[in-house]
Nanobody, 114 residues
Framework: QVQLVESGGGLVQPGGSLRLSCVASGNIFRLYAMGWYRQAPGKQRELVATITSGGGTTYGDSVKGRFTISRDNAKKMVYLQMNNLKPEDTAVYYC??????WGWGQGTQVTVSS
């Protein structure tokens, strides 16, 4: 079982940047593809970025060119660098596996507003 803790959210103006972090417990983290998900009020949770165990990445169309996912397997960390943030990026952000999904962490709130 892997436990996940997200951090790094906050309130930012449109056009601003944030870097989210996710730390995983356990020794199997490095074997799994990981993703960042988000859930806005009244909407379903959506997957916005993925990274394979080897570092290959994919992005949702709404964040492509603005967000960058990365990982440090030695530190059991996954990151999401978010640039040029827009109000529609406002959501609670979570990390989790892709093909294997563990229990959800508490997430980290990102609010983009002027």
């Amino acid at each position: 079982q892997v436990q996940l803790v997200e951090s790094g959210g906050g309130l930012v103006q449109p056009g601003g940047s944030l870097r989210l972090s996710c730390v995983a417990s356990g020794n199997i983290f490095r074997l799994y593809a990981m993703g960042w998900y988000r859930q806005a009020p009244g909407k379903q949770r959506e997957l916005v970025a993925t990274i394979t165990s080897g570092g290959g990445t994919t992005y949702g169309d709404s964040v492509k060119g603005r967000f960058t996912i990365s990982r440090d397997n030695a530190k059991k960390m996954v990151y999401l660098q978010m640039n040029n943030l827009k109000p529609e990026d406002t959501a609670v952000y979570y990390c989790n596996g892709i093909s294997t999904v563990w229990g959800w962490g508490q997430g980290t709130q990102v609010t983009v507003s002027s």
